[in-house]
């Protein structure tokens, strides 16, 4: 029953500065004073498309639901403040599901001094879908965006990419902290998460920023598990080919001036690295090059919803 849910999450989740009124009411209200402008971003997440409800402990599922939306903050470069949950639960067990999921969130919202303000439980014959609107604080420096690569910049990327499937999406560290921290420390023109795929949302940050980009495939930081997924399947696919279309990566995508790229790369300044990928053009389109092959286009790859 959804009032035991809710008796029960009261329990469990701890006093947050921010709330003022948090689950219970039909409406949470946030101290936010202090925050002059706030980014605002929301997740659904579906059994069946991000993850398989029999083949996952729901934990895991409940973090994943929650980190997606802390990566988009890291994406604008904000704090994390607040979310809202809302679960439309499989009528049968729907209790202990509901509870495993927030058990996955709790620890990663604390993580991230997160408030949980409140959301929504419904029930159905259908699986379990979860939605999460996440609130951020954005910096001084104004949220970063995917409109503001300039041609001539560099394309740096955080971490190591391909291969998520066999676990990184759901155990992955959404890169709030490094993109405070970059934000703080350096200019960045613009930026974007890779959630669909390296070379699919460099195409989205081109396409807001009216420019194009050439990717150095030789410098790609590769993963080890897209290493070990491309032995496994042994489809023709190289592990190059899963960091380029894999998505889940999490990682993030940044268009920085090159004297600043360069100072980036040298102080490699956060816990995971930072490379240089290549550099945004005036021409449009997505570029690729390497040493045998030299430039050519490139086609983007990555995952997109299919609807009429």
Known sequence: MEAELIAELRRRIRPHPLLQIGLGDDAA???????????????LLTDGVDFRLDEVDARRVGRKSLAVNLSDLAATAARPLAAVVA????????????????????????????????????????????SITALGAVTPRGPLRRGGARPGDRILVTGSLGGSILGHHFDFTPRVDEALLLAERYELHAGIDISDGLSIDLGHLVEESGCGSVLDLDAVPVSAAAEELAKQLDDGHSALDHALGDGEDFELILAVEPDEARRIVAEQPLAVPVADVGCFVAESGLWQTDRTHGRRKMIARGWQHKFD
Do not use: F, H, K
Request: glycine fraction near 8%; aromatic fraction near 6%.
């Open 29 to 43: 209200v946030l101290r936010m004073a202090a925050v002059n402008q706030c980014a605002v971003t929301t997740d």
């Open 87 to 130: 679960l439309a639960l499989p009528r049968r067990d729907g209790l202990r599901l509901a509870l495993e999921l927030y058990e996955g969130m709790l620890p990663l919202a604390e993580q991230y001094s997160l408030a949980i303000a409140g959301g929504d439980t419904n029930s159905w014959d259908g699986p379990l879908v979860i």
